[in-house]
């Protein structure tokens, strides 16, 4: 059984505070990073933990502000918040890490590991990504507005829309775009120093196969392997799927 410790990210007005939980073991660990409105007690990131147990592996997930058992709102937060926010829980870990991001969180595991590189701390051992939503703000969320939709975003400040995992609406706030902007990957090589796996869905609806094939256009000097699931969607979350996923963190712990 893994507590629920808190920390404060951020100073002043803009602190939040975040949930993490931390299983202690052996090196490499694995890093955990959830997509948009999820949280660290997901199917996927449950079936990690359980693996580090296994294994006897550090294992690290949290919940971004406003979401899960973090604080804050959700419809505050940004890239930018989220990406400080995973930077300073794994400035709590020790040693090398293998990062594995799903969805929003495999874009935000390649600015975790360019920010760490920048640096001068190369501790992400390799990149693990799930239907990665890289530069979601504007490749997949802006690209699929109408015209309504950019009227609304503009007179209100978020636009909702329906979602095929809750009864709720998906919110995508102005806030949210613009600062995506600052972030965007794409249109440039990205330079990651380790070895990169991409798990895809090839019935995901969300994040489309031809994403994450224009991911691996852009990956040019580093190792990366692609594994389409024919049959997948966007979670990736079945038996199946998750015996897969920790196969491909055990190659990587391995290589």
């Given at each position: 059984?893994v507590?629920v410790?808190?920390?404060?990210?951020?100073?002043?007005?803009k602190?939040?505070d975040?949930?993490v939980?931390?299983?202690?073991?052996?090196?490499?660990?694995?890093?955990?990073?959830?997509?948009?409105?999820?949280?660290?007690?997901?199917?996927?990131?449950?079936?990690?933990?359980?693996f580090?147990?296994?294994?006897?592996?550090?294992?690290?997930?949290?919940?971004?502000?406003?979401?899960?058992?973090?604080?804050?709102?959700?419809?505050?937060?940004?890239i930018?918040?989220?990406?400080?926010?995973?930077?300073?829980v794994?400035?709590?870990?020790?040693g090398p890490?293998?990062?594995?991001?799903?969805?929003?969180?495999?874009?935000?595991?390649?600015?975790l590991n360019?920010?760490?590189?920048?640096?001068?701390?190369?501790?992400?051992?390799?990149?693990?990504l799930?239907?990665p939503?890289?530069?979601?703000?504007?490749?997949?969320m802006?690209?699929?507005?109408?015209?309504?939709?950019?009227?609304?975003?503009?007179?209100?400040?978020?636009?909702?829309?329906p979602?095929?995992?809750?009864?709720?609406?998906?919110?995508?706030?102005?806030l949210?775009?613009?600062?995506?902007?600052?972030?965007?990957?794409?249109?440039?090589?990205?330079?990651?120093?380790?070895?990169v796996?991409?798990?895809?869905?090839?019935?995901?609806v969300?994040?489309?196969?031809e994403?994450?094939?224009r991911l691996?256009?852009h990956?040019?000097h580093?190792?990366?392997t692609?594994?389409?699931?024919p049959?997948?969607?966007?979670?990736?979350?079945?038996?199946?799927?998750?015996?897969?996923?920790?196969a491909?963190?055990?190659?990587?712990?391995?290589?």
């Open positions: 059984m507590d410790r808190h920390m404060v990210v951020g100073q002043g007005y602190a939040r975040i949930a939980l931390q299983r202690e073991g052996g090196s490499p660990g694995v890093f955990w990073l959830s997509g948009y409105r999820s949280e660290m007690v997901g199917s996927k990131a449950t079936a990690l933990d359980a580090g147990a296994r294994e006897g592996l550090a294992v690290t997930r949290f919940d971004y502000s406003g979401h899960g058992q973090s604080g804050g709102d959700c419809l505050e937060g940004t930018s918040s989220w990406l400080e926010e995973a930077l300073a794994f400035d709590t870990t020790l890490q293998i990062v594995v991001g799903s969805s929003m969180g495999g874009w935000l595991a390649l600015l360019r920010a760490l590189r920048t640096r001068g701390e190369p501790r992400v051992k390799a990149l693990i799930i239907a939503a890289v530069d979601m703000t504007e490749a997949l802006q690209a699929s507005f109408t015209p309504e939709d950019f009227e609304v975003m503009t007179s209100t400040g978020m636009l909702l829309q979602s095929g995992y809750s009864d709720d609406p998906y919110p995508i706030t102005r949210l775009i613009e600062d995506g902007r600052n972030h965007l990957l794409f249109g440039g090589p990205i330079e990651t120093g380790c070895p796996t991409i798990l895809q869905g090839g019935k995901d969300d994040v489309p196969p994403h994450a094939l691996v256009a990956i040019l580093d190792p990366v692609l594994t389409l699931v049959d997948g969607d966007h979670r990736l979350s079945r038996e199946e799927d998750l015996r897969q996923l920790e491909a963190v055990r190659l990587a712990v391995e290589e």
